[in-house]
């Protein structure tokens, strides 16, 4: 008998998974802006790898490749249509067309998506071969060039890290190099700089495909320890404007934290408050990850959360229209000033689709806005998805939207429904985070902290 409600209660267990997962079908289906989005995402992972690990892109041709992405495309069609009519007839429910009316009414969409990503990747897998081929040839002597910096400066013991858009001196070589100098050497963001050293192409190490890793950075050259000469920022400048006079104020700002605090407070603040990656002693640093409190020493989402309802408190007497303006241009001056991270662009995009929702008095769903989000970091960024920061940062907002309810409901239930602040505020969003982060924090740093919850229960109201 208990073998029997044994099976039964699984069986109904398996019932409501599937009923669940029938109206996730459904409910993608349904909002044709949920089902585009979806669909580009896993239409640009497909073409990823079919045109960089099956085809061999270089000898079937562009008509073969497209054709074959265009058969899995109607296959993959075909196949949620099966799907959707099985759980149609299991759950009585009513009937979502013929196939042949989804192809009419979305073919034109569907292929148009499906044309731009395989067009699009067979460029760019085309320009890389390309830029490898001519790499080779700078990487036989001594070499000069000009280029100016493109990202800020990344400390590191014993040397700094920047990234150099080359201007002149490297022809056909249309990339980005990587250089490695002394730490007492200052480099701003737009300065133009005359090189001169060895370029070498990277080398993998460990079990860690850095070449590749560069690659998706646009990066194909390194150059350790070159000679170099600035030109004065003052009488030129190359990159955008903005960014550059935001550094600048950045940097004003930090000079100010630096003159009243020491190290490695000083460090930990201007992390804080601008994301400014500084270098902190291997003691110090070993503490903040065994705490799991990494992303507090950087500027992250949570702190655009926090300009947005500061902007909100202190601009509460305008009309609600310009405030939303404001906090558009705040946020986004913020991401600028903050050094272009994922996870700040992540949140602002997010940040901007709901702030624009408003705006035009329309209702927003994060339910919609993360693949969107997600979408629109694709078009600018085909490899984002490869970004550890943005996997991260994304597996995070799934577990405060997905896990935090159901986490939610068990405290309800366990207190009797009892309301404790610092539980719903800090502990639950805190859980929910780390259980959604696990795998990727696992799989990519092998490693996890079990301080992680209480560490970022008491730190995140002093964030605030």
Excluded at 58 to 78: D, E, P
Excluded at 322 to 343: E, N, R
Excluded at 394 to 406: D, H, M
Excluded at 432 to 461: K, Y
Aim: proline content about 3%; charged content about 15%.
């Amino acid at each position: 008998m208990s073998a029997y409600k044994l099976l039964h209660n699984l069986k109904k267990v398996i019932d409501l998974f599937l009923e669940r997962l029938f109206g996730l079908f459904l409910y993608i289906y349904d909002y044709q802006i949920l089902f585009y989005s979806t669909f580009f995402v896993f239409t640009t992972i497909l073409a990823q790898f079919v045109l960089r690990n099956i085809f061999q892109y270089r000898v079937i041709g562009l008509l073969a490749t497209a054709l074959a992405i265009l058969l899995i495309y109607f296959l993959l069609q075909s196949s949620l249509f099966v799907v959707l009519e099985v759980f149609r007839r299991r759950f009585k429910a009513k009937s979502i067309g013929c196939i042949f009316v989804i192809f009419r009414r979305r073919a034109f969409i569907s292929f148009c998506i499906v044309l731009f990503v395989v067009l699009r990747f067979f460029c760019l897998f085309g320009r890389e071969e390309s830029i490898s081929r001519i790499t080779k040839s700078f990487t036989l002597g001594n070499t000069k060039f000009t280029g100016y910096v493109t990202e800020e400066v990344s400390e590191k013991h014993g040397k700094s890290t920047t990234t150099i858009a080359v201007l002149e001196g490297l022809p056909e070589y249309d990339a980005n190099i990587l250089v490695n100098y002394p730490s007492y050497y200052n480099l701003t963001i737009g300065q133009v700089c005359k090189f001169e050293g060895m370029l070498v192409e990277p080398e993998n190490f460990l079990e860690f495909d850095y070449k590749e890793y560069l690659k998706r950075k646009n990066i194909y050259l390194i150059s350790d320890n070159p000679g170099f000469e600035c030109q004065n920022i003052e009488e030129i400048r190359k990159g955008f404007f903005l960014r550059n006079i935001l550094t600048d104020l950045k940097y004003n700002l930090i000079k100010n934290v630096d003159l009243v605090l020491s190290e490695p407070q000083s460090s930990l603040l201007v992390g804080i408050l601008f994301g400014q990656k500084r270098l902190f002693s291997n003691v110090f640093d070993g503490y903040v990850r065994m705490a799991g409190v990494s992303h507090v020493v950087a500027a992250s989402g949570y702190n655009v959360s926090i300009l947005v309802v500061a902007i909100g408190t202190a601009f509460g007497f305008l009309k609600s229209r310009i405030k939303i303006t404001v906090s558009l241009i705040a946020i986004w001056c913020f991401t600028l000033l903050s050094g272009l991270s994922s996870s700040i662009i992540r949140a602002c995009i997010m940040l901007t689709i709901s702030l624009l929702a408003l705006f035009y008095g329309r209702g927003n769903s994060i339910h919609i806005s993360l693949p969107l989000t997600t979408t629109i970091f694709l078009l600018f960024d085909p490899y984002i998805l490869y970004d550890v920061g943005f996997q991260l940062s994304l597996s995070a907002t799934f577990g405060l939207v997905y896990i935090s309810p159901i986490l939610q409901k068990i405290t309800e239930k366990l207190f009797q429904k009892r309301k404790f602040l610092i539980l719903e505020q800090y502990v639950i969003p805190t859980m929910s985070c780390t259980i959604s982060t696990l795998p990727v924090s696992v799989s990519i740093f092998q490693t996890f902290s079990i301080w992680s919850v209480p560490a970022n229960t008491f730190i995140l109201p002093i964030i605030e």
